[in-house]
């Protein structure tokens, strides 16, 4: 069973830099079917997307974003992250990693989320 | 930027059927899917690519589209369905969107 946990700082200093790793175990990360997506969800609110990684390398980024995030992948260890650089309280929220896959992206397994809040 | 457009709120009777719609610019011709997301849990894929159903979703989850519509049914609605429903679509030309999701009560 394909599982995913996110993991981090849970508290991040204004204009810091937001650093988060996504374990994925039960599968491998080194599959040409899927990508590997970062998601968040500000307490309260809707989900947005952040981006997504390839095993290769390869990202794409959600652009109201793209110049603050950057996603790698780390393929002996099975694993990816999430950094973004000056964070403000607009920031805080649930972030979840996820498998996504398929002709639409779709997210089929999700991490359990990891609350990441903004704060001096 | 492309944007995907729900109804804030949907209400049915247990045993009722709701649907939930997604509306975006010639939404038919992209690949959606939908998430159930209950307080506190991660969300669950309970359609993709628009019709499928991930094994372990029930039958009663159906989904559809039109024209620039998707549409996300649920026959017979049971208490533990009430939940936040997510629409998400994606085409090569655009990023990943999520509409802003409707939250389904069991009256």
């Known amino acids: 069973q394909l599982q995913l946990q996110e993991s981090g700082s849970g508290l991040v200093r204004p204009s810091q830099t937001l650093s988060l790793t996504c374990v994925v175990s039960?599968?491998?990360?080194?599959?040409?079917?899927?990508?590997w997506s970062w998601i968040r969800q500000p307490p309260g609110k809707g989900l947005e997307w952040i981006g997504y990684?390839?095993?290769?390398?390869?990202?794409y980024y959600n652009p109201s974003l793209k110049s603050r995030v950057t996603i790698s992948v780390d393929r002996p260890k099975n694993q990816f992250s999430l950094k973004m650089s000056s964070v403000t309280a607009a920031d805080t929220a649930v972030y979840y990693c996820?498998?996504?896959?398929?002709?639409?992206?779709?997210?089929?397994?999700w991490g359990q989320g990891t609350l990441v809040t903004v704060s001096s | 930027s492309y944007a995907l457009t729900q109804a804030p709120s949907v209400s049915v009777s247990p045993g009722q059927t709701a649907r939930f719609t997604c509306s975006g610019d010639?939404?038919?011709?992209?690949?959606f899917c939908w998430y159930q997301q209950k307080p506190g849990q991660s969300p669950i894929l309970v359609i993709y690519?628009?019709?499928m159903r991930p094994s372990g979703i029930p039958e009663r989850f159906s989904g559809s589209s039109s024209g620039d519509t998707a549409t996300l049914t649920i026959s017979g609605t049971q208490a533990m369905d009430e939940a936040d429903y997510y629409c998400?679509?994606?085409?090569?030309?655009?990023?990943?969107?999520f509409g802003g999701g409707t939250k389904l009560t069991v009256l």
């Open positions: 996820a498998r996504s896959g398929g002709f639409g992206l779709d997210c089929d397994h």
């Open positions: 039960g599968g491998f990360i080194n599959n040409d079917d899927y990508s």
């Open positions: 990684v390839y095993h290769s390398g390869s990202t």
């Open positions: 998400q679509a994606w085409d090569r030309s655009s990023y990943v969107v």
């Open positions: 690519q628009n019709t």
């Open positions: 010639k939404l038919g011709d992209k690949y």
